[in-house]
């Protein structure tokens, strides 16, 4: 662990708590035989994972709530806490893909409470309340969009539309938060931010290969999520040549290709088919359907939009090309976010008095910061991943860079405290 300079004589993060219980919530859907860990949102595990967050917030005694959405906030009071002062928050999100690794999300909402415990154990108020957030599916794997709680809480969706959302496994949304026992009385948004900050694994491999200790991160790029639907006709794949055929696999092929071209071409922009399905899915059966994912993304609005538009002209010709009827439907679309300029100014800052290699950058991941910035002043911070691995059971952070992590957002939190 790190023996640079602390941010406090009296306020410390205690490193070794904040590592155990990010190992013990790591426990939580863990499975030994595949590896990772898999907490989907408002599923039994992600039930019991919010639990443990829960208690945990209680033991510092938290005054804890949770909203309609079911985003989890856990509250230190200052003693001047009226009601008409806006806390400062920290947090992020619990839930996981499949198979996840144990940091993504997990370490921005243990760190505010690592935050927390650091005032706790001085025996001391801050001058201004502090909220630590956990937000509901953020993932958006089961129910979408992604960053569902954060997108609620700031306004970007309406909680109705938001409960009435059906998964990819046939659930309504709103039925299973209740069923988990999650479904809050606060109005989504009640606690409004007077700043937000979240402290993250880069998921990328850019600190790791500069050797740099502190990502500042200063914007996000712009998502563009569609499923697209190629309805094609099933045939014998010995006896129809390939001048008749009417081939739905053929053209998800050809529209890989396409993205691959585009993202090579453009250079800046990201494309991915991350999801895709295939009927008959038969050896010998030209396939008559294809349903597959599209994810685009840029920190540009106008190269974001550039590549919305020669995907969906390229659709075009393809199914006049192949014979084939394709349908597309819109799921997600975020513009780029660029983040409060005095909040990153705070953390370079922080990274530099602590003695910390630095860098500013963009992510390339969603996180619900990229949604709160759209009420309150936001801004993120980053350590390094092992390989730039996320998503996956190999997902890795040294101890040491997560507490020197925890460290810069504490020295940070203390300095806006005392903006």
């Not at 099933?234 to 390939?242: C, E, K, L, R, S």
């Not at 997560?402 to 405290?417: C, E, H, M, P, S």
Request: charged share 25%; proline share 4%; glycine share 10%.
């Amino acid at each position: 662990m790190s023996i640079l300079a602390f941010p406090s004589p009296s306020l410390q993060i205690d490193g070794a708590l904040l590592v155990k219980q990010l190992h013990e919530l790591g426990e939580i859907g863990a499975d030994p035989e595949v590896g990772g860990r898999t907490r989907i949102a408002l599923t039994d595990d992600e039930r019991a994972g919010r639990d443990l967050v829960v208690k945990w917030m209680r033991e510092l005694d938290l005054d804890v709530g949770f909203d309609r959405i079911g985003n989890i906030f856990g509250t230190l009071r200052s003693d001047s806490d009226d009601g008409s002062r806006r806390p400062l928050m920290m947090g992020s999100h619990i839930d996981t893909v499949k198979n996840a690794g144990a940091l993504d999300g997990c370490y921005g909402v243990l760190a505010g409470l690592a935050v927390v415990r650091a005032f706790r154990a001085a025996g001391t108020k801050p001058a201004r309340s502090i909220t630590v957030a956990a937000f509901t599916n953020e993932e958006g794997i089961r129910y979408q969009p992604d960053m569902m709680g954060s997108l609620v809480y700031a306004g970007g969706l309406s909680v109705e539309e938001a409960l009435d959302t059906v998964g990819i496994d046939g659930t309504r949304l709103g039925d299973e938060l209740s069923r988990i026992g999650y479904a809050g009385e606060l109005e989504p948004g009640a606690i409004v931010p007077h700043e937000y900050l979240e402290l993250h694994i880069e998921q990328g491999p850019i600190l790791e290969a500069e050797n740099i200790r502190i990502g500042v991160v200063e914007s996000l790029k712009g998502i563009s999520w569609q499923r697209i639907t190629v309805q094609g006709n099933a045939n014998h794949a010995g006896t129809t040549p390939t001048r008749l055929r009417h081939d739905a696999g053929w053209v998800a092929a050809a529209v890989q290709t396409f993205l691959r071209e585009l993202a090579v071409s453009a250079g800046t922009t990201l494309a991915t088919i991350g999801m895709l399905h295939i009927e008959p899915n038969v050896i010998n059966v030209i396939p008559r359907k294809a349903v597959f994912t599209v994810d685009l993304r840029d920190p540009d609005e106008l190269r974001l939009q550039d590549a919305e538009h020669r995907l969906a002209a390229f659709l075009v010709e393809v199914a006049e090309k192949e014979g084939v009827k394709i349908s597309t439907e819109r799921l997600v679309r975020f513009e780029p976010v660029v983040f409060n300029a005095q909040l990153a100014d705070a953390i370079e800052a922080s990274a530099e008095k602590m003695g910390f290699t630095h860098r500013r950058m963009t992510s390339g991941a969603g996180h619900d910061a990229q949604m709160i910035a759209r009420i309150a002043p936001a801004a993120m911070i980053f350590v390094p991943s092992r390989g730039g691995v996320s998503h996956n059971p190999r997902e890795h952070t040294d101890d040491g860079q997560l507490v020197d992590g925890a460290n810069v957002l504490l020295d940070v939190v203390l300095k806006r405290l005392a903006a």
